[in-house]
């Protein structure tokens, strides 16, 4: 399309969380969208036009309009007419926190339902963490034997 820039995502490859999105949502999020997400996180909540002029998102009002739309199709934003106006205000429905953990653990709750009853989905997770941090290692044998000291005290 002539003028326009071509967009991409932020961080510039597929490989991220925003392309796992957690079934319960029901869709996948493209780029623009993750995008518009991001800059409702930062802002907590806006309209298009503060979308587009916060965001620094180079496109046509009517397309940021409409991936808004979609988004609140989808379930991942919520919207309101705004005081003394008629633009609506779109709000994330999660936090970015609770977007980054319900990705992680649908994700992980996918690639463990796979491999069951085998514990190989288990070693696939290690050998991950391992390549990309092997202090976190550590990190995870903490949180484990954490977790065992919860379910221990539960179950007195």
Request: aromatic share 8%.
């Amino acid at each position: 399309m002539a003028g326009r820039k071509q967009y991409r995502g932020s961080s510039g490859h597929g490989n991220n969380l925003f392309d796992l999105l957690p079934s319960f949502l029901g869709a996948r999020v493209g780029p623009l969208e993750e995008r518009v997400l991001t800059v409702l996180w930062r802002r907590g909540s806006s309209t298009v036009q503060e979308v587009i002029d916060y965001g620094d998102i180079e496109r046509a009002y009517t397309t940021v309009m409409t991936t808004l739309d979609r988004m609140y199709r989808k379930r991942l934003v919520e919207r309101v007419v705004g005081p003394g106006s008629r633009a609506f205000r779109y709000t994330p429905r999660l936090t970015q926190a609770e977007w980054e953990r319900t990705v992680a653990v649908e994700t992980i709750t996918q690639v463990l339902r796979l491999g069951a009853p085998s514990s190989r989905p288990l070693s696939y997770l290690v050998e991950a963490i391992t390549e990309h941090d092997s202090g976190l290692l550590e990190e995870l044998q903490r949180l484990v034997d954490e977790k065992r000291g919860e379910m221990r005290d539960h179950q007195r």
